[in-house]
């Protein structure tokens, strides 16, 4: 008799549900997405509220039997969406008797890359990279349900916004007065790049990435590339020509970044003795940063590995279901007699209590 986890995930801006087996076979993943440039916290709670029942609902029907573990989203979400799935899976565990286990959402995006792949192909230890907008980060996996944070990757020292790397794309896309919505930038600019050429590599020979304790920081990025952009008169640029320098001059920056990028995974890769690379999360999606750890990781004969659909990149109920079945197998960290311990991240709260509209 085939056994099932259920995972549930409000974290952010999508109500997803995922089913999965204890292979890590998919049966269901979905979601419903609010639009992502919403600042209202109000409209993101209630946006979960009317949804997240409708996508549980018709899995309960059809399979609550076989269903054997509840997994949720409890750590490190924003106050107003994430502990809407985590009471959607405390209710549904009571009413049911099932088990049930909270899992951190960004160590669950770790454990994308085993849906839909066989367990023996893994060879730890892993250095995985969580990048999207709102984190990155690098993970240290050493065994199946759980990672260590080695550092985290900022570009930013205002901690009132966003600061992973992707919303570093949305903000060089309005440095470039490019017309994009809050979360699109990385798209935009890795088609730019795809259809120029890094010929300006040597003027970003000053964009840097320095360690500081557990952190790596673009130091000042967004006022360099602001700077390079007036230096190389790209202001006064119009038509072909402003076309052209946009495919350059993005493919030349990415290539500058993920250089950077990779020679800072080189060193902790080393530390650790990683024999396999892995990248997940939104920005995982990036054909260029896929391909220059791709050719790091050949060359050194490491594994490297992404998830194996753009799905199971972005946040995912999948995703969920298949971290907390790892962590109640190995870690032997699942309960049936209580509630999750819901633990909304305060840098959340502090940013939407201040862009709180009723």
């Known amino acids: ?37 919403v600042e209202s916290a109000r409209k993101f709670f209630n946006f979960h509220n009317e949804n997240i029942l409708s996508l549980v609902g018709p899995i309960l029907e059809k399979y609550s039997q076989d269903i ?22 405390n209710t549904v565990s009571c009413i049911l008797n099932k088990k049930i286990i909270g899992v951190n959402h960004q160590i669950a995006h770790l454990f994308a890359n085993w849906l839909d792949r066989d ?33 985290e990757i900022i570009w930013r020292d205002d901690n009132d916004r966003f600061g992973g790397l992707g919303a570093l794309f949305d903000v060089i896309c309005h440095l470039m007065n490019l017309d994009i919505r809050r979360g699109e930038g ?84 080393k ?7 892995h990248l997940v999360g939104g920005v995982a999606m990036n054909v260029m ?12 004969n490491i594994n490297f590995k992404v998830p194996l659909k753009a799905e199971y990149c972005c946040d995912n109920g999948a995703m969920i279901a298949i971290s907390g079945y790892f962590q109640w197998k190995y870690l032997k960290m699942a309960h049936s007699d209580q509630f999750l311990n819901i633990m909304p991240s305060a840098w959340y709260y502090k940013y939407y209590a201040k862009n709180f509209e009723e």
């Not at 192909?121 to 996996?141: D, K, Q, R, T």
């Open 1 to 37: 008799m085939a056994r099932y986890i259920l995972g549930i995930d409000t974290t952010f801006h999508a109500s997803a549900v995922g089913l999965v087996d204890e292979s890590g076979r998919v049966l269901i993943n979905e979601r419903r997405d609010i639009d992502f440039t």
């Open 68 to 89: 054997f573990l509840i997994s949720a989203s409890c750590q490190e979400g924003p106050f107003h969406a994430m502990p809407v799935g985590a009471i959607c899976a």
């Open 119 to 151: 367990i023996e192909e893994f060879i730890f230890p892993i250095v995985s990279l969580n990048m999207s907008g709102a984190h990155s980060n690098i993970y240290l996996i050493d065994y199946l349900g759980g990672a260590e944070k080695m550092v």
């Open 186 to 269: 990385g798209a935009y600019l890795e088609k730019l790049a795809l259809s120029g050429e890094s010929k300006y590599l040597d003027v970003l020979g000053g964009l840097i990435l320095l360690k500081e304790n557990d952190t790596f920081i673009f130091k000042g990025v967004e006022s360099y590339i602001s700077q390079k952009l007036k230096e190389l008169g790209y202001y006064s640029m119009e038509g072909d020509d402003k076309m052209i320098f946009q495919n350059n001059f993005v493919s030349s920056l990415l290539s500058r970044l993920f250089d950077l990028l990779i020679d800072a995974i080189s060193q902790l890769v």
């Open 271 to 277: 530390e650790v003795g990683a024999r396999e690379v």
């Open 289 to 300: 940063l896929r391909s220059s750890l791709s050719s790091f990781c050949r060359e050194r």
